[in-house]
């Protein structure tokens, strides 16, 4: 597997100039001849598809939901990092680049980082003069808050609803394009294989969810901008449809799958209720600007109002132990210690599962009204879900899966093993390492979209002169026929048990095992027990309904099989890195005090993992991870 | 909890549909509506039958697909609450529950409770943005905004396209959709050179796509998740009377 990540040459700050320098164009004449498909229409696919369009390429965009405004960036909450440093208060790329690399624990690949600090500029630029309403000062220029892992104010933010603005941004450049003839839209259309021909992405086989239909898609070059894999949880923030299935199709075609252990599990949602929960809500991170995290200092106070614990009877435990970041630590240090102090028997609410995030002071500080400003939309559905008023109580949250720093493997110029392929967003591995800090997720997928993939795609396209393949190849007949005979599979089982009760079981297992903490004895089971769990899913699951109709369960039936496969890969990758980094904690790796502990000498790569055959072990590749800027150290947020 | 509910069912779009009745039994207080639907539907698919199609994404209330009428209300009783948030909490045990899709003629019906709301994305594309090609932008802070028209703009921006307002107005009028989006770009400087002609493009786009008119009802406001104020409606109308006597294209 060639894994050349194509680094440029030249001193970090130059590299990015440096590439588009060596890169090579298409004139705009000869734009109009080349057809991309885009997979996805979040921020990364959105704006990847817009833009390309923009430039003149014919663009095909899918997505599974009734429309592109709709993709799962819009429930980001918080906000998005730039390094603009308007607030004076001593921000600089380089600072982004190095807080981006040093809260990914010292797995991520610097030039890329760097790229997307300097990008994070212009991202707000582009925003701003698109409409984003962002949130401003009196004098008209525009806001900021703070984020975990930063020491500085860098984050803009349009209420607790940056991601649905941001996303809105993308749609409108979308819908402009659509209107003006160069984009075209496919909505209620899932992507259910990559077609591969000599060696280069073809094209697609997609589904209609409304009639049915198996349909092929050529083109001379294809971008995923799928999302991530968190629903492979069962329970996590993802919206109902977030899947893993496109991506798990490119890697079964060939394409790397790099670091599917490293998952983010985010430390503000709102603690389970019950078994028929279906998904988990996030607390957006920016309230521990103004919340503090606390729990009774002992274990008999739990069951006690929070109002009637007085202030030397409350651990206010981030504050304690990492004095300089305090509630602000990185998601993956915020989410372990919430996990000890409950497993200490110090947590608050129905089984002990949650910690409180405390408004009082702030509330006393600055007045309810100010806090409302801030964050009402947040209290709004908090108070909806819990049926608690945040204002008056605190909050209670908990970790819940929230965003999967895993992906397709991508070189510099996020093209995947496989030529033509390209990954964007949180589908790829590249830019977050073994934990993502907040408000960097629409940050990468709109440096992604915006602003890389239009360059690299025309050096592709002009390098490697690809020719359209017809979607009547033999490739994309094989493809469709796969496709259908694995839907009839699944509709002809008839079994016992539903598909969301495999799926809630198989989230179970992943969670127990391969969840906040993992070891290896457990991490080994789980891969016994999913194996077994998806021999019985072939077996007996019930999946209704025809194939030629709007047909929910099978939709999800065909997903689950994915997530059944993939979650094994998970394991493997999390057993192999005998390490502890970020999102990643395995017991056997930790300091005295509980802390990560990295194994710089045997583990500073990405570990890639390319597909062999079904029930064959899975080859584990690895790419160097060489930093010639930072100096890898231990991440101390004390 | 023990509920009735009565379900709007129906093949295909154009297959007759039917209420049909169901029990929905083990339903506790904290479960939200969809979570109560997803208990009948094992249920129904345990019986084999084929489950109640409905759509929903995010379930946190702002992607906008969740979509149906309960009681004769878009998203149910609660005020500012798409249906994902609402909670069972809310009714009572024995309570009978009518559970419908959007009706309106630019809604057609896919299946049971799902609709298509494309008609809305037609209106968005007839003028639904600022024409700002990527990579041509000035720094942000070059064009201040005041705070006020900034809180203005995002108030309006905050609307998710779910189509409430459409399902509540008895003339399916999208008045309310198509205003929040202009008011949304009209209270910002960027929004400004194409105010007119995006405002007459886009009504054009929503007479053609089927949408009934405006006879200030207000069911739209009442029924929207994000409590989008009705007064874009009337910022809309004066542009598009401008528009009509001082632009032409």
Same mark, same amino acid.
């Given at each position: 597997m060639d894994l050349e990540p194509r680094i440029p040459r030249g001193p970090i700050e130059d590299k990015w100039d440096n590439c588009k320098f060596d890169m090579k164009l298409v004139n705009p004449a000869n734009k109009l001849k080349f057809d991309i498909i885009v997979v996805g229409s979040g921020l990364a696919g959105g704006s990847a598809a817009a833009t390309l369009a923009e430039l003149g390429y014919n663009v095909a965009c899918f997505c599974y939901q009734d429309s592109p405004r709709r993709a799962h960036s819009i429930a980001a909450q918080g906000g998005i990092n730039s390094a603009k440093n308007y607030q004076n208060d001593g921000d600089s790329v380089y600072r982004l680049f190095y807080d981006t690399v040093k809260g990914g624990d010292f797995r991520s690949r610097e030039a890329n980082v760097y790229r997307l600090a300097q990008m994070s500029l212009n991202i707000i630029d582009q925003c701003a003069a698109m409409g984003v309403p962002f949130a401003r000062e009196y004098g008209g220029t525009l806001s900021n808050r703070s984020f975990g892992g930063a020491q500085v104010s860098r984050t803009f933010y349009a209420k607790g609803q940056t991601g649905q603005q941001l996303l809105l941004g993308v749609y409108s450049a979308m819908s402009r394009q659509i209107a003006a003839g160069k984009l075209k839209m496919f909505t209620r259309t899932e992507m259910l294989d990559v077609v591969v021909v000599d060696g280069r992405a073809a094209g697609i086989v997609t589904r209609n969810m409304v009639t049915g239909k198996i349909e092929s898609f050529s083109a001379h070059a294809v971008v995923l901008a799928t999302g991530g894999y968190g629903n492979v949880f069962y329970l996590s923030t993802n919206a109902m449809g977030c899947n893993v299935t496109a991506a798990y199709r490119a890697y079964k075609k060939g394409a790397g799958f790099a670091n599917p252990c490293y998952t983010q599990i985010h430390p503000t949602c709102i603690p389970v209720s019950g078994d028929y929960q279906s998904k988990l809500t996030l607390m957006s991170e920016s309230l521990r600007n103004d919340g503090r995290v606390w729990v009774p200092t002992s274990a008999d106070d739990v069951a006690l109002p929070a109002s009637q614990i007085a202030d030397d009877k409350r651990d206010y435990y981030l504050e304690r132990k990492y004095?300089?970041? /305090?509630?602000?630590?990185p998601r993956d240090i915020a989410s372990r210690s919430a996990k000890e102090v409950c497993d200490e028997g110090r947590g608050v609410g129905p089984g002990g599962r949650g910690v409180y995030l405390d408004f009082r002071d702030s509330i006393k500080r600055l007045g309810e009204d100010a806090i409302r400003q801030r964050y009402g939309n947040l209290f709004h559905m908090y108070e909806k879900i819990t049926n608690e008023n945040p204002y008056r109580v605190p909050m209670r949250i908990y970790p819940a899966v929230h965003y999967?720093? /895993?992906?397709l493997w991508v070189d510099y110029h996020l093209q995947s093993t496989i030529p033509g392929l390209f990954v964007l967003g949180e589908a790829n591995f590249s830019d977050h390492g073994a934990n993502r800090l907040g408000a960097s997720a629409l940050m990468q997928g709109l440096a992604d979209g915006y602003f890389v993939i239009p360059y690299t795609m025309g050096h592709y396209l002009a390098a490697a002169r690809p020719d359209k393949v017809s979607s009547d190849h033999p490739e994309f007949k094989k493809s469709e026929q796969a496709v259908k005979t694995r839907i009839d599979k699944l509709l002809g089982i008839n079994g016992e048990r539903t598909v969301d009760d495999f799926h809630r079981e198989l989230g179970k297992i992943m969670w127990d095992n391969c969840g906040m903490a993992r070891n290896e004895a457990g991490l080994k089971s789980a891969v016994d027990k999913i194996a077994a769990l998806r021999v019985e899913y072939w077996e007996n699951v019930r999946v209704l309904g025809?194939?030629?109709?709007?047909?929910q369960s099978l939709e999800k039936a065909g997903r689950v099989a994915d997530f059944l496969e993939f979650a094994e890969l998970m394991c493997l990758d999390a057993i192999e890195r005998r390490e502890s980094a970020g999102g990643h904690f395995r017991e056997e790796y930790q300091t005295s005090e509980g802390e990560a502990l990295r194994d710089d000498q045997n583990f500073t790569h990405a570990a890639v993992w390319e597909y062999q055959g079904d029930g064959k072990t899975p080859t584990r590749h690895v790419e160097k991870l060489v930093f010639e800027n930072v100096k890898l150290a231990t991440r101390s947020y004390k | 909890m023990k509920l009735k509910l009565h379900v709007w069912r129906q093949k295909g779009p154009y297959t007759p549909g039917e209420m049909v009745q169901y029990l929905a039994e083990g339903i506790n207080e904290h479960m939200s509506f969809l979570e109560m639907l997803d208990v009948v539907n094992e249920d129904l698919i345990s019986k084999g039958e084929e489950p109640i199609a409905f759509d929903s994404d995010c379930r946190e209330g702002i992607c906008g697909m969740c979509s149906m009428v309960i009681n004769g209300r878009p998203h149910g009783p609660d005020q500012g609450t798409t249906v994902c948030q609402l909670?069972?909490?809310?009714f009572r045990d024995g309570d009978t529950i009518y559970i419908e899709p959007w009706r309106a003629r630019a809604f057609p019906i896919i299946r049971d409770l799902v609709v298509d709301r494309s008609s809305f994305d037609k209106i968005m594309q007839a003028g639904g943005y600022v024409t700002a090609n990527c990579g041509s932008a000035p720094d942000a802070n070059a064009i201040p905004v005041a705070k006020e028209r900034a809180d203005a703009a995002f108030a309006a921006a905050?609307?998710?396209?779910?189509g409430a307002c459409v399902a509540a107005c008895p003339n399916g009028a999208a008045m309310l959709f198509t205003a929040a989006k202009l008011s949304h770009l009209h209270h910002l400087p960027q929004g400004q050179p194409e105010r007119l002609r995006r405002t007459q493009h886009m009504v054009n786009a929503m007479d053609a796509a089927g949408f009934g008119n405006c006879t200030n009802l207000y069911e739209c406001e009442a029924a929207c998740p994000k409590e989008i104020d009705r007064d874009v409606i009337a910022m809309m109308n004066r542009d598009y009377a401008k528009a009509s006597f001082s632009h032409r294209d």
């Open positions: 004095p300089s970041f /305090g509630n602000l630590v999967t720093m /895993g992906g025809g194939s030629d109709t709007f047909n | 909670h069972m909490r809310r905050a609307c998710i396209g779910c």
